[in-house]
């Protein structure tokens, strides 16, 4: 059984430890999010510090997945410090499943918590960008997400090659346009 839960910026700090192991499993898996190898326990320490601290001053959440056991095995995090001309727009970023928990539907749950929440503070437009080509492209073209278009060579793999990366959107249901 699988839990989606909000960490808030104490909770992330006292739960480094898994996030780590979430992090490092994805970018050694050779997952592009960020990072390239090698990948260590400082630099994901700094990047989940860097969250926890957008979190309690940017109203950013973390939403994760946790197993049976407690053990965090799924994260994603709903971006809403954008401009005041987007108030109804939100971005998408790092959604981790540990390799050993896919093919499970955890993504899907956590991408379902996240458009709630999303829809909660009147977001009804979501963006996200990821490697072209990669499991994850398949995972969001299956949510329905809506391709805008591909940027050629926007980032390195974990191992240094250069990758594409195609650009997603999506309409949540409800919601009517801000402005005129
Ligand atoms: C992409 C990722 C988040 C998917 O997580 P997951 O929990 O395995 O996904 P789900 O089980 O919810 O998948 C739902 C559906 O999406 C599709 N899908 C998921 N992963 C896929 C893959 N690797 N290849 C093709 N389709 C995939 C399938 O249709 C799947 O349904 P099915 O298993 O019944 O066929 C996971 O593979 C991952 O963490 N990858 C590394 C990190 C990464 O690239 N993150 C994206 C950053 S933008």
């Keep these: 059984m699988v839990t989606i839960t909000s960490l808030h910026h104490d909770d992330i700090l006292l739960r480094l430890h898994s996030l780590n192991a979430l992090l ?14 090698p990948m260590g326990e400082d630099k994901a320490r700094v990047f ?51 390799s050993r ?25 979501l963006v996200l960008d990821t490697a072209s080509g990669s499991g994850a492209e398949q995972f969001y073209r299956r949510c329905g997400w809506q391709q805008a278009g591909v940027i050629p060579d926007y980032a390195l793999m974990p191992d240094g090659a250069r990758c594409s990366t195609t650009l997603f959107w999506k309409h949540l249901a409800a919601g009517s346009p801000p402005g005129r």
């Design 101 to 125: 928990a896919r093919r499970g539907g955890i993504a899907r749950a956590l991408m379902a918590r996240l458009e709630q929440e999303a829809r909660a503070q009147g977001r009804w437009l």
């Design 48 to 98: 989940w510090e860097g969250v926890a601290a957008s979190v309690a001053r940017d109203g950013r959440q973390l939403l994760v997945a946790l197993d049976d056991q407690q053990h965090i095995i799924g994260c994603v995090i709903l971006v809403t410090d954008l401009p005041e001309n987007q108030p109804h727009r939100a971005e998408v970023a790092k959604l981790l499943v540990h």
């Design 24 to 37: 490092i499993d994805c970018v050694e898996g050779g997952a592009s999010v960020s990072f390239v190898l």
